[in-house]
Each structure stands twice: as structure tokens, then as C-alpha cells.
């Protein structure tokens, strides 16, 4: 299967590799890779999650020093950690269902359920079935025969995916744990956060196809094909965005959304945001859009920038290729201060202090991605505070973790008599640990619509 999805991204002239060269970061979607049916997806991703478990768990448990984790679950009621570490295809957790991770002497995890139901081949059930009473029972016989010293529980104040066992589940636990035991759980948090935001090699070798997708489909939608000016609205366009992605079975974890820059508006500089919705598309306008999707449990967030030609210009204007080429050197200002053990607030500063340096008009608002489009790991930046984010953006960059390369520089444009505009992009891309790569390039050109 893996060997598909290889021919898959040499087709759309996408490398999994992360050595790629400058003329791939900057280059443009032409076209989209095949996507693979539901059917086809159960192997690669199962390989993926049976190679995580194999492979990257042990590893962030010895990390974050527990001896054991529990996973804890009830059906419709799931700790939403649960659909990243079971196989595909699974729709819920099936009444209650009780994942253990036991560390052994070798360093390697041991896994199972406590579970009425099978889970794949991944997870052997250790309980015969009976009662829900004789369920917890044997959960803490099982805890008794190995005797971890940390035990670790998705409790968190503070991040949220790290904080997916209810209230009720928690106290049943504790219920039915000798006190020896209820002394030794601890919050697992660490650990979730390490679990969401590490990507193995399998997961980089088929993210680049889930970001040319997002990024071929804002190609189409941005052109000629979806938009006719002085006809299309902002609205058609991101419905468009949003059922083709549905077509190709690519569900948006947001609604897509498209808004419009245009000379003579009134302008205010201070604004966060610069840009208006629910208008039709005219000639002379900026359009900006911001889509996500995710595919193969990779999920990507991806905004693009579009102009439309008056009947006279045969090319977007020299002021927009300045601003965009702006935009651009913001993003490698940006990602060369990424630095394996610096925080994301320490990033956010670096990268304040340069652009300010450079008379650079910027925000950040950078985020991982991951499992889930605003993944857990390293805050850089929020759209509505530049300076240090508690907690979120304390947390230390790591290596083989995905980012979306978020943000926005403003300046003044002489084609619209110095009117105030705003480049808005985001690229999604991957820390190895050294340098940060763009998995389906960056927009460096504009999209034109004629």
C-alpha cells in the first residue's frame, strides 16, 4: 500500500523527503494525486498506528517517565486520544472500553484492553466478560499483577486533548482502585501531548499528499473554472471548496471561507484583519481563502491568496508581487528561528524582533498540526495576542513535528494610492530538527483569475 502512495506523490511531484530544494518549496499545484477510497486507506493507516505503537510509544513513555497509561473509554462518550490508537475501521468505543500500556523491563510497551469487545489485533482483551463491576475489577487486578509506580490518566487542566476522561469514568476508577494505587495516578499529559504532535516517518512520507490536495483544490477554486467576475460570490467559492473536498471524500474540519480586499474601501490599519465576506468577486480584487482537511488522519490548514485581472492588465500588479514576496520573507523569518528546545513564545519573540528590525508589519499566529488541524504542542503566537500565551506557548519545539506557518504582513500599496492591504498565508510544514521544510511547497506567485 505504501508503495501506491509513493507512486501517488512522484506523480504530483511531491518528495516525502525532507532534503527538498528551493524551486520545491516555492512550487505551484497543478494538479491533484489520486485520492484512495475509505477501503484502501484501513491498510496504510492501520500501518501507521501499529508502527507508532511499535516503534514511537515506548520511546514517550520512557520520555515522560510512566510505568503504565490507561486509555479509558465509553461508547459516544470517547476520549478523543482513543480513535488515534485503535485501527480502522472503528466507529466508537463499543460500550466501555479500557486500553492499558504496560512499560516492561526492555523497554518495549506491552498493550491490551480490559474490553467486552475486540479491537482489531492490536489490543488482546485480558477479561473473559461479566458485569460492568467484574469489568473494573479485573482493570485493577491487571494494575495489581504489574505493579507500575506511575500511572498515567488523560487529566489535564490545560490542554484539552490531554484531558479526555470524564468526570465519571475517573471517579469509577478510583472506586474500584485500592488506595495504594489511586496514590500512583498521575496526569499523562506529557506524554499526550508528545503521542499528537510527533509524526513518524510512514506519517511524513503521505502528509505532502494531503497538503497538494488542499492546495490543488484552492488552484481550481481560485481560477477561471469556479469564478466568473461580476457573477461569483465569496460565498459560491467556499461552497465550492467545501463540496469538492466532500467529492473527493476529503471532509474540512472548518467550513472553508473566502473574503475580498478592494481599492477604495475604507480601510483601518489597526484591524487584525483586513478583507470583507459576502460580496461578488469584481475585477481589481484581492481574494484570500482558508481551507483544512484531513486525509490518512494527516490533517492540513492552508490559506492562499488570489487576484483578479482588470480587462486591461495582463499580470497581477508590481505592488502585489512586492507584497506577496514580503509575505514570503516573513515566513523564512519565521521558520529560521525555529530551534530544537526553544518555546514558542521564544520563537514568537525572535521573530517579533527581526520583523520590527526589518520595518516588517507582521503577525504570527503559528500552530501544529497533526491528528487534529489546532494540535497540541509549541503556541507561536495568536492572532489576537503577540505577546507570550501561558502554558501552550512555553512548550519546547521538538523535532518531526508539523506546523502550520500562519500569519500576515500589511503594507501600503501605490496601485491603490498607498491603501493599507494584508497578505494573509499559510503553508504547512515539518521541523526535522533542523530546518523547517514546506511538505507541498509555498504559494510564491498569485493565483489570477482573468
Known amino acids: 500500500m505504501f508503495k501506491k502512495l509513493a507512486l501517488m506523490l512522484a506523480l504530483s511531484g511531491v518528495s516525502g523527503q525532507l532534503g ?19 477501503k484502501e486507506r ?11 505503537l511499535d516503534n514511537l510509544l515506548p520511546k514517550l513513555m520512557q520520555e515522560a517517565d510512566l510505568d503504565m497509561w490507561l486509555v479509558i473509554n465509553r461508547e459516544y462518550g470517547e476520549d478523543k ?22 512499560k516492561q523491563p526492555d523497554g518495549s510497551v506491552e498493550r491490551f484492553s480490559v474490553s467486552r469487545y475486540p479491537i482489531g489485533d492490536l489490543y488482546p482483551t485480558v477479561w473473559e466478560g461479566g458485569s ?9 487486578e491487571v494494575i495489581a499483577e504489574r505493579d507500575p ?21 475517573h471517579n469509577k476508577l478510583l472506586e474500584n482502585l485500592p488506595k495504594k494505587y489511586q496514590k500512583r495516578l498521575v496526569s499523562a499529559e506529557d506524554l499526550v501531548i508528545r503521542w499528537l504532535e510527533t509524526r513518524s516517518e510512514k506519517e511524513l512520507q503521505v502528509y505532502p499528499t494531503a497538503v497538494t490536495l488542499a492546495r490543488g483544490v484552492i488552484a481550481e477554486a481560485f481560477s477561471n473554472k469556479v469564478i466568473t467576475p461580476g457573477v461569483t460570490t465569496t460565498d459560491d467559492v467556499a461552497w465550492y471548496l467545501r463540496e469538492r473536498f466532500e467529492a473527493l471524500q476529503l471532509r474540512p474540519w472548518f467550513q472553508p471561507y473566502v473574503n475580498i480586499q478592494r481599492q477604495g474601501d475604507k480601510v483601518n490599519k489597526n484591524a487584525p ?55 514570503n520573507h516573513w515566513q523564512d523569518i519565521l521558520t529560521r528561528n525555529f530551534k530544537t528546545g526553544l518555546t514558542g513564545n521564544q520563537i514568537l ?75 494573509k498565508l499559510e503553508q504547512d510544514a515539518v521541523f526535522d530538527g533542523k530546518s523547517v521544510w514546506y511538505l507541498a511547497g509555498r504559494q510564491t506567485k498569485w493565483h489570477l483569475i482573468r
Not at 497543478?30 to 475509505?38: K, Q
Not at 509506580?149 to 469514568?169: M, T
Open 349 to 423: 519573540a525572535n521573530t517579533i524582533k527581526q520583523s520590527e528590525a526589518e520595518n516588517i508589519i507582521s503577525s504570527t499566529y503559528t500552530h501544529p498540526l497533526g491528528f487534529v488541524g489546532h494540535a497540541p504542542g509549541p503556541t507561536i503566537g495568536m492572532w489576537d495576542n503577540q505577546g507570550p500565551t501561558p502554558v501552550q506557548g512555553d512548550w519546547k519545539l521538538y523535532p518531526d513535528t508539523v506546523y502550520a506557518i500562519e500569519g500576515n504582513v500589511k503594507m501600503q500599496l501605490p496601485e491603490w494610492n498607498n491603501q493599507w492591504i494584508q497578505i
Open 149 to 169: 509506580k506511575r500511572i498515567g490518566i488523560n487529566i489535564s487542566e490545560d490542554w484539552a486533548l490531554a484531558d479526555g476522561l470524564s468526570v465519571g469514568l
Open 20 to 38: 527538498a530544494t528551493e524551486a520545491a518549496q516555492g512550487r505551484e499545484i497543478n494538479t491533484l494525486p489520486d485520492v484512495l477510497s475509505f
Open 273 to 327: 484583519f483586513l478583507g470583507e465576506y459576502n460580496r461578488v468577486i469584481l475585477p481589481g480584487d484581492i481574494i484570500h481563502t482558508d481551507v483544512g482537511i484531513c486525509y490518512l488522519n494527516q490533517c492540513t490548514d492552508t490559506q492562499e491568496m488570489g487576484y483578479v485581472l482588470k480587462l486591461n492588465e495582463t499580470d497581477v500588479p508590481k505592488g502585489l508581487k512586492s507584497a506577496l514576496k514580503l509575505g
Open 132 to 140: 460492568k463491576a467484574q469489568q473494573w475489577q479485573r482493570l485493577a
Open 42 to 52: 484501513v491498510a496504510p493507516i492501520n500501518e501507521m498506528v501499529t508502527d507508532r
Open 81 to 102: 486520544l482513543f480513535y488515534t490508537l485503535v485501527p480502522q475501521p472503528t466507529f466508537a468505543a463499543r460500550r466501555t472500553t479500557l486500553l492499558v500500556f504496560s
